[in-house]
């Protein structure tokens, strides 16, 4: 399990440079605002089953994953 948490942890750092990028380039066309959408739906989907499920990893994966996408989401309505 131990190894498990530290992937969900570790998993979403993944998307930071893509959040870097929503927030530091001058031309963020390359970002779709419903494809970053559909992967915070999935990821507020996997959260309640998480949740339902009594399932840290899946829990703190989504959450963290769901923060990350949402702060692409929040750039790309921000700086569009």
């Known amino acids: 399990?131990?190894?498990?948490?530290?992937g969900s942890v570790i998993g979403p750092l993944f998307v930071a440079p893509q959040v870097l990028l929503a927030w530091r380039s001058a031309d963020i066309s390359?970002?779709?605002l419903p494809t970053?959408?559909?992967w915070l739906g999935l990821s507020l989907l996997w959260?309640?089953?998480g949740t339902v499920h009594k399932e840290k990893p899946i829990i703190i994966s989504s959450l963290m994953n769901g923060s990350m996408q949402?702060?692409?989401i929040i750039a790309i309505i921000v700086r569009s």
């Open 1 to 6: 399990d131990n190894l498990v948490i530290i």
């Open 30 to 32: 390359s970002l779709s």
């Open 36 to 38: 970053w959408s559909s």
């Open 47 to 49: 959260g309640v089953y």
């Open 70 to 72: 949402a702060a692409v």
